[in-house]
């Protein structure tokens, strides 16, 4: 799916945002650089520095004379635009895109363009009525500009989003789906203690706390109560709770010469 | 709720990621960013031309000289990571944060520290680990490393989206985040503790692990980590950290009279 997305840059002024730009690309797994315009050179020890890595995509990128060309073979062009223009057009949040992007990739020969325009201007009327859509990327209205690479950042990101997304309703990669609940993620490495396992130990610990007199049987108010809810939402782990009983065992040896108590 | 939630930068060694970072803030609607021991000047050329308009949040950007003094007042901290760590943490998606986010910003003392660490070596184990959760940005396998600016870009892009949908849902806005974390919800009834004060309770914790000699600083293992891992997983409020505070205070008590041991 990601290698029919095609960044299309229009008319840009700096190497260093095309080096940006190349950059975001690779980081969400994106390759096809199509330059419209450029007015400045594309390879520069700028462009180069900011791709970081990824100036392959540097010298990879194609340059077109206008947008017409750059879209020529793409089945939807979609165009980054402020809100208001003059002419009402379809327009996508970038998330709306993402949701799209599955489907319009799906034919073997499909090609979708992310056309953004010039730093200081943006794209011309005429350049976004060349785009089925238009995609806007929400901002602070006292502060819209969003830099070039920042913008391609975005919708890249959006894009390998929906990929993975994909990518994890198929069988096998179940990857994504576990990430939903952190905490079984964080338990990855052991298993969860058995119920009979805490139980256990909230005995041992009930036992500790009244060695140390900070427990007191006859008045219990709801300490053990509010012990439990604690460690019970922490969902420990067969070795965190081996850890905890060990600490229990340690607290009643280092004690032990001390009962009976004065 | 955007502005209860502050970006941490640690180590930052370029003044134009920096400027980058703030101008990426403003244009989503985030204001507040801390730098931790800076390698760099903050105020440059470089900084304020990559800042681009945004430069106030460079000159109002509060320095510290740790992150627990940048995050002391924060209750949830999230450490920007790439994925495989020795000791497995809890792992939340960019999406999953910005679920979250309208729950954690409801009280109105709550504060969400986004925490990123050096262009060259990212946040150390220690930084990590005084996180409650880690954010992997999904990227690239061959090619992970998200520039400074475009990985605080695509975070502060899903705060904005985050706090945009809950303006359309209003007012069942707690919605979204009820779902995602039932953590969240069991804390209704009281305040979380700050990272100030987990970090107090650690340090204590740690003394006491030392006193009944559980733990030996000589050999520590993963001992601490494990138990950070614990306990921040938990997210205990004020009132559950004064009775583990109460528990170690008990525990000292009853052992003290057998110092110095044979």
Known sequence: MLERVRIVLIGTSHPGNIGGVARAMHNMGLAD???????????????????????????????????????????????ASARSRTLPWPMLSPRELADRLPAECQPADSRVALVFGRE????????????????????????????????????AYECRMAWLSQASHEPSASGPAATVQPV??????DDLASHAALENYFE?????????????????????????????RARPEQMEMNILRGILSATEKATQHKQPRE
Chains 1, 2 share one sequence.
């Open 184 to 189: 079984t993620v964080s338990q990855a490495d």
């Open 204 to 232: 041992h610990l009930e036992r500790v706390l009244i060695t140390i007199r900070f427990h007191d049987p006859e008045k219990p108010r709801q300490l053990m109560a509010r012990l439990r809810r604690l460690y019970l």
């Open 33 to 79: 650089l199509a330059l419209v315009a450029p007015r400045c050179d594309i390879i520069t020890q700028d462009s180069i520095s900011r791709a970081s890595g990824a100036d392959h995509l540097l010298h990879s990128a194609q340059v077109f004379a206008s947008i017409e060309d750059a879209v020529a073979d793409c089945t939807l062009a979609v165009g």
């Open 120 to 155: 200081d201007s943006g794209l011309t009327n005429a350049e976004l009525q060349r785009c089925h859509a238009h995609v806007h990327i929400p901002t602070n209205a006292d502060f819209s500009s969003l830099n070039l690479a920042a913008a391609v950042q975005v919708l």
